[in-house]
T-cell receptor, first 112, second 114 residues
Framework: SQQGEEDPQALSIQEGENATMNCSYKTSINNLQWYRQNSGRGLVHLILIRSNEREKHSGRLRVTLDTSKKSSSLLITASRAADTASYFC????????????FGKGTLLTVNP | NAGVTQTPKFQVLKTGQSMTLQCAQDMNHEYMSWYRQDPGMGLRLIHYSVGAGITDQGEVPNGYNVSRSTTEDFPLRLLSAAPSQTSVYFCASRPRTGGANVLTFGAGSRLTVL
């Protein structure tokens, strides 16, 4: 079964606004990752946060992780039309646990 | 550096036909995997390999075979295609050691089974 579940399933905002997507997972993790998928393309890795980290930044991206609630959030600040894509969280045990389990994704639409 | 290359990009099959989806990577990654993506289902792991000669099943392996004779290639075989296998298939790879389990994905292969 899918471990990660994103919320909301779809999000529509105006350019310049912030977008927040949430992810929940069920079992212990080594790290949690976020990927982006443009329509008709493969997934591209955005950011990874380890289980001993609470917050991480990369450019306009901010990821938080709450292992007690088994949840993570991805914040995209000052969104642009080019940010329109599906965003997936992925969780895995890391190390010798090679499997990465993906959620169902959030479709973000940024209107110009 | 091509990364992960998948062929074909599009394929239409009739029920019962067989075919092979090709995946090749030029990054010397030991770990390779196949996912399928269906609407509302996210990505589900079909099979994976941690090195040449080693393969294992993922979440939805039924109806699919894999082999790993070289580090570079990881083909996915459908022996007798069924309409339920209509999907977009993604191959992904990563190094076996060093860093976290961050995957590099191919562009995908869209398969329709009639």
């Amino acid at each position: 079964s899918q471990q990660g579940e994103e919320d909301p399933q779809a999000l529509s905002i105006q350019e310049g606004e912030n977008a927040t997507m949430n992810c929940s997972y069920k079992t212990s993790i080594n790290n949690l990752q976020w990927y982006r998928q443009n329509s008709g393309r493969g997934l591209v890795h955005l950011i990874l946060i380890r289980s001993n980290e609470r917050e991480k930044h990369s450019g306009r991206l901010r990821v938080t992780l709450d292992t007690s609630k088994k949840s993570s959030s991805l914040l995209i600040t000052a969104s642009r039309a080019a940010d329109t894509a599906s965003y997936f969280c992925a969780s895995g045990g890391g190390g010798s646990n090679y499997k990465l389990t993906f959620g169902k994704g959030t479709l973000l639409t940024v209107n110009p | 550096n091509a990364g992960v290359t998948q062929t074909p990009k599009f394929q239409v099959l009739k029920t019962g036909q067989s075919m092979t989806l090709q995946c090749a990577q030029d990054m010397n990654h030991e770990y390779m995997s196949w996912y399928r993506q269906d609407p509302g289902m996210g990505l589900r792991l079909i099979h994976y390999s941690v090195g040449a000669g080693i393969t294992d099943q993922g979440e939805v392996p039924n109806g699919y075979n894999v082999s790993r004779s070289t580090t570079e290639d990881f083909p996915l075989r459908l022996l007798s295609a069924a309409p339920s296998q209509t999907s977009v298939y993604f191959c992904a790879s990563r190094p076996r050691t060093g860093g976290a389990n961050v995957l590099t994905f191919g562009a995908g292969s869209r398969l329709t089974v009639l």
